[in-house]
């Protein structure tokens, strides 16, 4: 350590400056003590990345994430402050040095059973975390501290704030490189997105140095860009370690990251006696010493820095005691300084650090049926048109509204709900909503004539408008580990890709053994228990602050959302070249667009290039999915002939498939594989499974014309819808988390209005001269056909714009490393 210079400061928060520790690419490390004694190592902050804002945000929520590291091989962090002018954290002093000091200066390569020891503890470190989620991208041996019980891991994943300043004019100017080339894997050097797997690359290249006392492929005073190319082509040389490692370490230090080890597996592999000393006596006597200069160690106190002496004043004589006087007792506080300090976390970090709720996934149970419940009310809503029309005697051109009614509410509302969420709470608007659900639910029930139930459609869109983003910003603010994050993703997706199916299924079940009234009063005890559910057992996180209303985002987004759905809505009716149609879709699309430059320009829900390419993904797969069903219900009921209810279970494979998809492919792949990979594999299934649709004729089975395409989509729409719901709302301050799931939400709205546009308009062209019903369905089946293509075409799409945008800012990276 060396003294103060004139320049550092003497105080950084609560912590006195004693002496410095080094320094750094992000900024200088302080020795500081606390005012009761305690020993802490403190990370201050370059300026020139203080005074940057994004740095900043991505500062407080590594630090936040770094706090709940555990384990007994890491140096715990213990307070911070993103903050302040300087940014700073403070964490737990390890005295002693690194290894690379040990290594390189003093001992030279350490002995087999020292190495062992040293990979066991370091895959322990590293297993805690990645528990965390964070990646270290940074493991080297100057950020291993050498202790007499063993190793400690320093610095994980604080550097991942300074790698969101990639591609800035900060970054260029300073020319920094995250990570250090002796020490960083192939993946790493290429640019490409990181995993846990990365880590375990360093690890065995931290293994190699200690065991030879080398770099693993050489010195790189050859050339930066000589080194680099070796680590990403060549081969490791591990001439040296020991024999019993060499198969551990060649595993650790694989080209492709899915054949590496895991931690747990590599402690697994180097389990050693704890009871034994780990290092040299010699290396354990210099520790001791070590230890010891470092309690004898004062600053030292220049005559500049002393204070000049002060005349002492004349001592005065005591005035005279008061007169006693009782007082009221007053409530004790103890000195300062005096036991330990209260822990208060830091508001920016509030969020951060609460830990997870216990009952946060009886709270996924409780999404879930609120997503079933909502797609069951308006499933109930749309089936029930032609027993309806028999009961009411409402002729069938007069409830023709009550489509447009229900989807213009909830298309016109929905951002609008998202910013409500953020303003009073997403839990709070969840329950209001599910309220009112079953109050449009008992109004249509109760309706004596078809205007009455357009309106009660049209609150139910409301509603559901209020309902579908706080459902799905819970997920996201709940579930913040990389692993049941995954998990917790793969549910809503797999709702969100097959729940039309289980809407019909449930829907037509009721309608087969209840009136339409009762089957409409049948979701009221649905609404109640998912409200009972909400009150008891969901958990809304609070954020940092309550987000204020972006008026502006909220007034262009809604209206161009309305002005699109009901333009497509009344596309086919009025013609496409109808003043009002094209007034409308023009509006919508200019609106929209406005939209998403706006909230580009905005810190949510589209600041990131990646979710900009998940609304499109999502927006451009809705056309797709749109198909899709029309095609399969079609064929299924007036090809085959099956009732609503047997049409509902005949779709039950696609929703099979969705849920292996999501839960057993995406979920378990996503912190293995980029986001954009799985996202574009599983829209190229899908788009196979619409394929398979395209030649289906009045012949064709379910067997071998519906069944293979069904669980072709159903696997491809689970396997790309989960990694979309991740990455789209990973990374996002709880305060805008219900205007992102509201925008996200609102993609697939978009490309199914104008999928159900298209197939309106090419089936009335195909059947307005055509008589008879086996010609008349073999139209039908032509035109699905053809729309099918353009789904094939959206889906395809989709799936290009997802490769390119959904870079390395997925869902797994943002959310290991922030939340």
């Not at 580009?600 to 069903?629: E, H, K, Q």
Request: glycine residues 12%; hydrophobic residues 50%; charged residues 15%.
């Amino acid at each position: 350590m060396d003294q103060l210079i004139a320049e550092d400061p003497t105080r950084i928060g609560p912590y006195r400056l004693i002496a410095r520790l080094g320094a750094g690419g992000m900024g200088l490390v302080y020795l500081g003590r606390s005012e009761g004694g305690r020993t802490v190592a403190v990370k201050v902050v370059q300026a020139e990345y203080a005074g940057h804002p994004e740095f900043r945000r991505r500062f407080a929520r590594e630090v936040a994430a770094a706090r709940r590291v555990g384990g007994s091989w890491t140096a715990d962090v213990l307070d911070a402050d993103p903050e302040a002018d300087v940014p700073w954290v403070a964490t737990q002093y390890i005295p002693g040095p690194d290894l690379h000091a040990v290594v390189a200066k003093d001992f030279g390569p350490l002995p087999e059973h020292s190495v062992r020891a040293l990979a066991n503890r370091l895959a322990l470190a590293l297993q805690a975390v990645h528990e965390a989620g964070l990646i270290h991208r940074d493991l080297k041996p100057s950020n291993v501290l050498v202790t007499v019980d063993g190793p400690r891991v320093i610095d994980f994943g604080i550097a991942r704030a300074m790698d969101s300043l990639a591609g800035d004019s900060l970054h260029t100017h300073t020319g920094m490189l995250i990570g250090s080339p002796g020490f960083m894997s192939p993946e790493q050097v290429r640019g490409l997105e990181l995993t846990p797997a990365s880590d375990v690359f360093c690890l065995g290249a931290v293994v190699v140095y200690a065991a030879t006392g080398r770099l693993l492929f050489g010195a790189t005073d050859t050339g930066l860009n000589a080194h680099l190319f070796r680590v990403a082509e060549e081969e490791a040389d591990l001439t040296g370690v020991p024999e019993s490692l060499v198969d551990l370490v060649r595993a650790c230090l694989h080209k492709d990251p899915a054949k590496r080890p895991t931690p747990q597996e590599v402690a697994a592999r180097t389990t050693t006696d704890q009871a034994t000393e780990w290092l040299p006596g010699a290396v354990l006597a210099q520790l001791g010493r070590h230890a010891a200069q470092l309690l004898d160690y004062a600053p030292v106190e220049t005559p500049a820095a002393r204070p000049a002496p002060q005349p002492q004043p004349q001592p005065q004589p005591l005035p005279p005691p008061p007169a006693y006087a009782p007082t009221a007792p007053a409530h004790f506080v103890p000195a300062q300084g005096f036991g330990p300090p209260p822990a208060l976390p830091h508001p920016a970090t509030v969020h951060d650090q609460a830990p997870p709720h216990p009952r946060r996934w009886w709270g996924l149970v409780v999404v879930a049926l609120v997503q079933l419940m909502a797609l069951l009310d308006g499933a109930v809503f749309s089936m029930a048109v032609p027993s309806i029309q028999a009961d009411l005697g409402v002729p069938v051109g007069d409830l023709d509204s009550l489509y447009t009614a229900g989807s213009l509410a909830f298309g016109g509302l929905l951002l609008l709900g998202g910013h409500l969420a953020d303003l009073v709470g997403r839990k709070n608007l969840l329950a209001v909503g599910l309220v009112g659900c079953a109050a449009a639910a008992a109004f249509g029930g109760s309706a004596g004539d078809a205007d009455m139930l357009v309106w009660a459609h049209a609150l139910q869109g409301v509603f559901a408008a209020l309902v579908t983003p706080a459902a799905l910003s819970l997920v996201a603010v709940n579930f913040t580990g990389p692993k049941e994050r995954g998990r917790a993703f793969g549910v809503y997706a797999a709702i969100a890709a097959g729940g039309s199916a289980l809407g019909l299924l449930c829907g037509g079940w009721l309608l087969e053994f209840l009136s339409w009234r009762l089957s409409l009063y049948a979701v009221i005890p649905v609404a109640v228990l998912c409200l009972i559910g909400t009150l008891t057992l969901l958990h809304d996180r609070p954020g940092r602050t309550r987000a204020g209303l972006d008026t502006l985002g909220a007034l262009l987004g809604s209206g161009g959302l309305a002005a699109l759905t009901y333009g497509l809505g009344d596309a086919e009716p009025r013609g496409w070249t109808d003043p009002l149609t094209v007034v409308l879709l023009s509006a919508g699309v200019l609106l929209l667009a406005a939209f998403l430059w706006w909230q580009t320009r905005t810190s949510s829900p589209l600041d990131r290039i990646d979710r900009v390419g998940c609304f499109l993904a999502m927006a451009l797969t809705g056309v797709g999915v749109v198909t899709l069903f029309a095609t399969l219900t079609f064929h299924l009921r007036n090809v085959l002939g099956y009732a609503p209810a047997a049409t509902g279970v005949a779709l039950l494979p696609l929703v099979g498939a969705a849920v292996i998809g999501s839960t057993q492919v995406s979920a378990r792949l996503l912190h293995r594989v980029a986001p954009r990979v799985l996202i574009a594999a599983g829209l190229v299934l899908a788009a196979a499974g619409l394929l398979l649709l395209t030649p289906l004729d009045a012949d064709s089975s379910y067997g071998l014309g519906l069944l293979p395409a069904m669980l072709l989509s159903g696997l491809g729409t689970g396997m790309a819808f989960m990694p979309v719901y991740a990455t789209a709302t990973a990374g996002v301050a709880p305060q805008h988390s219900g205007t992102t799931a509201a925008t996200i939400a609102a993609a697939p709205l978009v490309g199914g209005a104008f999928g159900a546009a298209l197939l309106n308009g090419i089936f009335a062209d195909r059947v307005r001269e055509v008589s008879g019903r086996e010609m008349l369905i073999g139209e039908l089946l032509r035109g699905h056909a053809t729309t099918l293509w353009w789904g094939v075409g959206g889906v395809l799409l989709a799936g290009l714009i997802a490769g390119l945008m959904v870079t390395a800012k997925g869902a797994r990276t943002a959310n290991l490393n922030a939340n």
